[in-house]
């Protein structure tokens, strides 16, 4: 069955870094992925959603890859800050439409 | 843009009793709508999702339902609770295309005691 995974449950960084995040994805080419932010005890919030077709996204200071030869997504975040700290979630469409699937999601925590 | 809304916040509940949480949308219409439960520390486990009034589809063998009564509103019931029904319970809308992204709620935090 399809499968997306998020390799680090937690990633800590010093303010100013940049927090790179990891999503990989299994038997089967998603066409898209997208990537959600969420806080303790709130829903998830969109980002940023990138293409198969696209290599890269930006906005602001995030960016994000699709790698369809690894199978996998880098997520970063430039300059992070400690109002970056949440979980970031990766998602895809799988073979439904609108029915995403989500990783298990990476805890960020930025240090001042 | 969308708003969706979600209540209670908070529920605590005894085992077998019967559960009712309720979801609405604001901003948009025919959305396609989802209940999503999230256990702690882990990922977004979708439930349920409704692509028009009375139309649900069950993604997870379990004692809860789920009933869109009108466009906009989407109901998560159970007669009789279990312990492991405790979790974090979202509900999102979004278009249902290749390029859907969802919108999510609050989220309802129900403890099962």
């Known amino acids: 069955s399809q499968k997306i995974e998020q390799n680090s449950e937690a990633l800590n960084i010093q303010e100013g870094k940049t927090a790179t995040l990891t999503c990989n994805y299994t038997n089967y080419s998603p066409a898209y992925l997208q990537w959600y932010r969420q806080d303790p005890g709130r829903g998830p919030v969109f980002l940023l959603l990138?293409?198969?077709?696209?290599k890269e996204k930006r906005k602001e200071r995030l960016k994000v890859t699709f790698d369809t030869t690894l199978k996998q997504s880098l997520f970063h975040i430039t300059a992070s800050q400690p109002a970056d700290s949440a979980t970031y979630l990766c998602?895809?469409?799988?073979?439904?439409?609108?029915?995403?699937?989500f990783g298990q999601g990476t805890i960020l925590t930025v240090h001042p | 843009s969308q708003t969706i809304h979600q209540w209670p916040a908070t529920l605590v509940q005894p085992v077998g009793s019967p559960l009712s949480l309720e979801c609405t949308v604001e901003?948009?219409?025919?959305?396609?709508l989802y209940w999503y439960r999230q256990a702690a520390g882990r990922g977004l486990q979708l439930l349920f999702y409704?692509?028009?009034?009375?139309?649900i589809s069950s993604e997870v063998p379990q004692n809860l339902s789920a009933s869109r009564p009108q466009d906009r509103q989407f109901i998560l019931s159970s007669k009789k609770l279990l312990l492991s029904d405790s979790g974090f319970y979202l509900c999102?809308?979004?278009?249902?295309?290749?390029?859907?992204?969802?919108?999510f709620g609050p989220g309802t935090r129900l403890t099962v005691l």
């Open positions: 990138i293409r198969e077709n696209e």
């Open positions: 409704s692509v028009g009034i009375g139309q």
């Open positions: 999102a809308s979004g278009t249902g295309g290749l390029e859907d992204t969802q919108y």
């Open positions: 901003g948009t219409s025919n959305p396609n």
């Open positions: 998602a895809s469409v799988g073979t439904s439409y609108g029915k995403l699937t």
